[in-house]
């Protein structure tokens, strides 16, 4: 089960996914004001919630501005692609300001790495993570087999793919990730995009222009 929460002015889904264990991760939280992040502390009290896991899908301003919170408020450690890791400092000294993100110091938050393929457990379930880089370098997407759905961040959105003309940007992995990782899922699979509407993966293998 998924629930997408549109937050921050760029407009990032947060993505709470979890089980009928209870256990839940939470992705990409993307929290700047208190209503934003009520919403998730809400969401997750209604339900009985318990947070196991704080991902990324990549290391973007937009997409780590509430990772600070996030770790603080459900004593997690922030999970990622090990190439995200030296963009963290980057994008935070970079961007927050400029773009008006208030992100606190999200290079003191305590890290994890996590591997291509390597499963992300949550009560009886389970994420893949897909290296989809591209868009930037350490980017991944989730996949539940079971359930027939993927978050793809920034790689691929309804109709369109994420830009790649920032710093580590890279078109050609960026389309070549999306055919070999992503377009060969079930048609079925439901994409969650990191901003937008979600779609699904038949639907990008017919009619998005850049496949």
Request: proline share 5%; hydrophobic share 35%.
């Amino acid at each position: 089960m998924i629930k997408v929460f549109e937050q921050n002015h760029f407009g990032v889904n947060t993505c709470i996914v979890y089980d009928d264990t209870k256990q839940c991760v939470l992705i990409d939280v993307a929290s700047q004001n208190d209503k934003e992040r009520q919403a998730i502390k809400d969401f997750i009290s209604k339900n009985g919630l318990k947070p196991v896991r704080l991902l990324i899908t990549h290391p973007h301003i937009d997409h780590i501005c509430g990772a600070k919170w996030a770790s603080d408020e459900f004593g997690l450690k922030l999970e990622m692609h090990p190439e995200a890791e030296k963009m963290i400092k980057v994008s935070e000294q970079s961007s927050a300001n400029l773009l008006g993100f208030d992100c606190g110091d999200v290079s003191a938050v305590p890290r994890g790495f996590i591997n291509e393929n390597e499963p992300i457990l949550y009560g009886s379930s389970c994420l893949i993570p897909l290296d989809t880089s591209g868009h930037c370098a350490g980017s991944f997407s989730y996949y539940n087999k079971e359930e027939g759905f993927v978050i793809t961040g920034d790689a691929l959105f309804y109709g369109s793919i994420g830009r790649t003309d920032l710093p580590t940007g890279d078109y050609d992995l960026l389309i070549k990730n999306i055919q070999e990782k992503l377009l060969t899922l079930p048609p079925a699979t439901i994409v969650y995009p990191g901003h937008g509407e979600q779609t699904t993966i038949g639907f990008e293998a017919d009619n998005n222009p850049f496949m």
